[in-house]
Every structure is written in C-alpha cells, then in structure tokens.
C-alpha cells in the first residue's frame, strides 16, 4: 500500500536522520563550546592582531586556528560568526570556516576508514587549494567596507547590552558613553567610570589569562555558547530531519541516471565535479555524517573528482546558506554561497587531475568494502560522543550554577510583559528617568520606548523580585 510505503520511508529517513546526527555529535558540541570559549576568552584586539587583515599571515593564522578546530559546519559557522564580529576579516573568516570543516585530522581519519587512504590524502590536500581559490573570489567579489558594515550590525544585534569596565553595570550599548581602546569600543554608564579607565585602563580590564583560570570565565562562555545554539537550533534540526528523509527517499536509479550523464574524458570529470556539490545541495549531510554518502556515491559509480566536490560540499548545504544570509546579509551571504560553490568544484577538477597524473586515482571496481575501524567493538565516533557529551553536561551545570550564584546577581521584572528575569542574562534594557529598565525580548524594550510612562506607573515595576 502507498500510505504504508511512504510511513516506512518516513521511519527509515528519520532513523538515518537520527544516525546522521549522532555521527556529527561530538563535532557539532566542540564547535559550539569552541564559538562560547572564544567570545568568552578572546579579546576584541587579540582577534585583530592575528586575522584583522587580509594579509597571508592572517590567513596562516586562520588556518591553524581552523585545523585545531572542529569537523563540523554547522558548529564552524557558528564559530567563524565569532571571529568576524570580534574583528577578524572577512579573508581569513572565510579561511578558518574552510579550513575548521576540510582540514581537520578527525575527517580525514572518517574518510580513510570509509573511503581509503587516497580519498584521505586528496581530501587534504584540496584543501588549501579550496582555501586558496575561494579567498581569491571574496578579495575580487566582496568589497571589504560592506563587510565592515555587516560586522558593525552584528555587533549592534547580537550585543545590545554590554558591561562598563568600571562599575560593572550593564547597560544598553544605544545608552552608554563610548570610547575607543586598542581597537575595540568601550562603553560606560557616566562621564565618571570613563574618566577613571582613561587614567588606568590596565586596571579595568580582565586579560583572557585571567578569564580562563576564573569560575566567571567559564561561566560566561558557557553563556556564549547557549546563545549560539539558541541561533542555529531550527536550521540545524530541519536539516538533520531532511537529510534523513531524503537518502531514504531517493532510489538508486536517479543516482544512476544522473552519474551517467556527464560522457566521458574531461567533461565528465567537470560534469561530476559540479554534480557533487548539487547532490549536496539536494541531500544535507554535515560534514562528517556526508562521508558514508560518499562512500555509497562511489560505491555506485561517481567518478572520484565529484566524490572530493560533495565531500567539500556540506558548507553549501541549503541550511548554511540560509545562515550565511543571515550572519552577512542577503547580499554577501547568497555571494558567499556562490564562490564556495565554484571553489570546491575547481577544487574538485584540480585534485582529480593532480592524482591521475601521479597515478593516485582509485579503481572503484576494485575498491573493496570497508568497514569502520572499531576498538573492542565502540567506534572512535561513540567515544568522542560521550567524552564531549560530558563536557556539554560541565558546560549545562557552569551555565545553571553561574545563574543561581553568581556575585551581585539579582532577578527584577520585565515592566512590559511582567515576566522574571536575571539582570546577568538580560540582553535587552533601556534607560528612562535616570533608572535602568531590563527586558525579555527586543519586541518588549520597544513597546517600552513608545509610552514608558504607561509602563512605569503601571502594575508592572524593575524592582527586584
């Protein structure tokens, strides 16, 4: 019966959705922890001092910093969203989301166990050359005073209270009193705190040193990386539920219809190079739940250049360039979306013909069917779920525990909607008749701003609960 096929593929998608994601687990919580320990940890100024240009040092920087990254993209966007907005450019932002996703140890060792060593080794080696292309099409697409631009609405957006580095008072940023400090704006509450950190800066600010060996540190990036997932939640579970249903859903005849239409010789390995990337377009997987699809790919006759494409390809996955859009703007994010796309197909084309000529190139007739490496039975992927499932649960009791305990910290209402609130965690407040105002929401601090009177002298009242 139809209606009972189609529930069998919905479990069957839903149960691959289910296995996508926990092959991704651990990759999306260190990427996730790592945007929350930068933005916690790392200074504004650090983060210009090693990406603040587009020169290759601070693409060497990025690239290290991405290598010693994660695997994943999802997590990757979150933590080159991080980077941006803190200062780094725009080219080596683009170098570390490449390099944090393809040039990680983790991945390769998925592939070699899944793929074998020569899809390992290509995977690597087209990674710089992936970077290398795509940097050269944002340098000549992408103008860099638009990116400021983006970056300076990130900041109003996604900070719209910050901390006077003085008295420690929150305040909404529209409200404060600014002054610039080793290339980062500082904002004050009064004429008064602002004069005291010009006679001594040093004194009232916090080194990352001094943040990471404090509780309030981990804290606050524990804090950082709740907001983060609060962002990516939706997009991240629609495309995890999509990629399920859709690699249930697809028959192997369209595979096959499609691999075959590309001839031969040199159109077919541009034909497939291109394809790879549309395969991923049309199925999501991140980046290391992709690598098993791969494996089917090659397995029923995709040609090796457009296997190494959707390997690339998870950064152009419809979820991400909905993200892209909304981190950079319609603009440059759909622009963004474009040059990925057209640098791991090069990229794709390039590695093919760089292998054939060393003879590289894997028999897919004689590839033989490989199993995942497996220690007494657990999976390298099972371990690396609990160990980073544990630090999640660390993070989860800093988070909750820095909420009840923290020094100075106090619970008031929001004057629109009545609701309880922490001052700590409050992202929205507003200053009216010398008193500072706390808000659950953006939508609340504006119905305030239209008529504060009705609201002060109304039921609803700041004072602590």
């Not at 494409?309 to 622009?335: H, S």
Request: aromatic fraction near 12%.
């Amino acid at each position: 019966m139809p209606a009972l096929e189609a529930v069998r593929t919905l479990a069957e998608g839903l149960w691959l959705s289910a296995d996508f994601f926990w092959q991704a687990l651990w990759a999306l919580l260190l990427g996730f922890m790592l945007s929350g320990a930068i933005q916690a940890f790392v200074s504004k100024e650090g983060m210009v001092s090693y990406m603040g240009d587009p020169s290759p040092r601070s693409v060497l920087y990025a690239t290290g910093f991405g290598v010693a990254s994660t695997s994943c993209s999802f997590g990757d966007v979150a933590a080159t969203k991080t980077l941006f907005k803190k200062g780094a450019h725009i080219i080596p932002s683009v170098t570390f989301l490449i390099a944090s996703t393809n040039f990680v140890i983790g991945l390769t060792f998925v592939i070699w166990a899944l793929l074998g060593w020569e899809f390992a080794v290509a995977q690597a080696v087209g990674a710089p050359i992936f970077i290398l292309i795509a940097i050269v099409f944002v340098h000549l697409t992408v103008p860099y005073d638009e990116t400021d631009e983006v970056r300076e609405r990130l900041v109003k957006e996604e900070q719209p209270v910050v901390t006077d580095p003085v008295c420690k008072m929150r305040i909404n940023r529209e409200n404060g009193i600014e002054h610039s400090h080793k290339n980062e704006t500082v904002y004050f509450c009064s004429e008064g705190c602002r004069r005291l950190f010009r006679q001594n800066p040093d004194v009232h600010r916090v080194s990352w040193k001094e943040k990471v060996s404090s509780w309030n540190g981990w804290v606050e990036a524990a804090n950082q990386t709740k907001k983060d997932l609060q962002m990516l939640w939706k997009e991240l579970a629609v495309g995890f539920i999509l990629a399920g249903i859709i690699a249930a859903a697809v028959p192997q005849s369209v595979w096959t219809v499609l691999f075959e239409g590309g001839g031969t010789g040199t159109v077919q390995v541009v034909y497939n190079s291109i394809l790879g990337p549309l395969i991923s377009l049309a199925t999501f997987v991140g980046s290391i739940g992709n690598v098993p699809l791969a494996a089917v790919l090659w397995g029923s006759g995709f040609a090796f250049a457009g296997v190494i494409a959707f390997i690339y390809a998870d950064l152009i996955v419809p979820q991400l360039i909905l993200i892209y859009r909304k981190v950079f703007g319609n603009k440059i994010g759909t622009r963004l979306a474009v040059i990925l796309f057209v640098s791991m197909a090069t990229t794709g084309v390039i590695v093919y013909y760089l292998f054939a000529f060393l003879g590289l190139v894997p028999d897919a007739a004689a590839t033989a069917e490989r199993e995942a490496f497996t220690l007494y039975g657990v999976t390298p992927t099972t371990v690396l779920n609990i160990i980073f499932i544990f630090i999640g649960v660390v993070f989860a009791v800093l988070l909750v525990r820095g909420m009840k305990e923290a020094p100075g910290d106090r619970t008031v209402k929001d004057p629109v909607t009545g609701g309880e609130i922490t001052v700590k965690n409050a992202d929205y407040c507003t200053v009216y008749d010398e008193t500072v105002y706390y808000f659950e929401t953006e939508e609340s601090r504006a119905e305030f701003k239209k008529s504060p009177e009705k609201y002060v002298n109304g039921q609803n009242s700041p004072n602590t609960s």
